[in-house]
């Protein structure tokens, strides 16, 4: 069973995304193969040419949850995908661009299909109060395996990442 580690996330640009979702399975269409955050870095990438971001294995994109569920029991979720700089927004707002500063983050490697994450987070959620640290803001989820590379869900992988400062 994976552990729950302190790990530093250094400061770094993205491009950001914002949306209501039922959960993060709407994102991607298997039966066209459709991946609508490849959609919105395609066109971050046309408006900006000089904006990179990194390649395979050195990315880092991550989902956060900065509000409870809506009443209608869809999510808020910020998306946000690192890139080498800063660019120009998106004239009609479909992304922005930020810097994201560095955080201290209790950390935790958790394999499963995308809907069962809440699980890793609750085991997060225990070691930070078990361990003497307090949630420092919103908990992000950052893709490592999912649809665009295994064929199995119970084989999609995320870090669960809780920003945390000592109480």
């Known amino acids: ?6 790990r530093t996330i250094p400061a770094h640009v993205v491009y950001r995304a914002e949306y209501d979702v039922k959960g993060v399975d709407d994102f991607f269409d298997p ?9 919105l870095q395609y066109l971050m990438e046309d408006e900006n040419p000089d904006v990179h971001v990194p390649e395979d294995g050195e990315d880092y994109n991550y989902f956060e949850y900065p509000y409870p569920e809506n009443p209608d029991g869809t999510v808020h979720i ?3 995908d690192m890139v080498d700089v800063m660019g120009k927004d998106n004239a009609d707002g479909a992304y922005a ?5 560095e955080i201290e983050a209790a ?3 958790h394999v499963g299909r995308f809907d069962s994450v809440g ?17 420092a803001g919103p ?21 669960c990442q809780v920003p945390v400062r000592k109480k």
């Open 107 to 109: 950390v935790l490697y």
């Open 119 to 135: 699980d890793g987070f609750a085991r997060v959620y225990d070691w930070i109060e078990a361990n003497g640290y307090e949630i």
């Open 97 to 101: 661009f930020e810097q994201v500063p």
């Open 31 to 39: 039966e066209t193969d459709r991946n609508i955050l490849y959609d």
């Open 78 to 80: 910020v998306y946000r």
């Open 139 to 159: 908990g992000r989820v950052s893709a490592i395996h999912g649809p665009w590379d295994r064929e199995n869900p119970d084989e999609y992988a995320n870090e």
């Open 1 to 6: 069973m994976a552990e729950v580690e302190i």
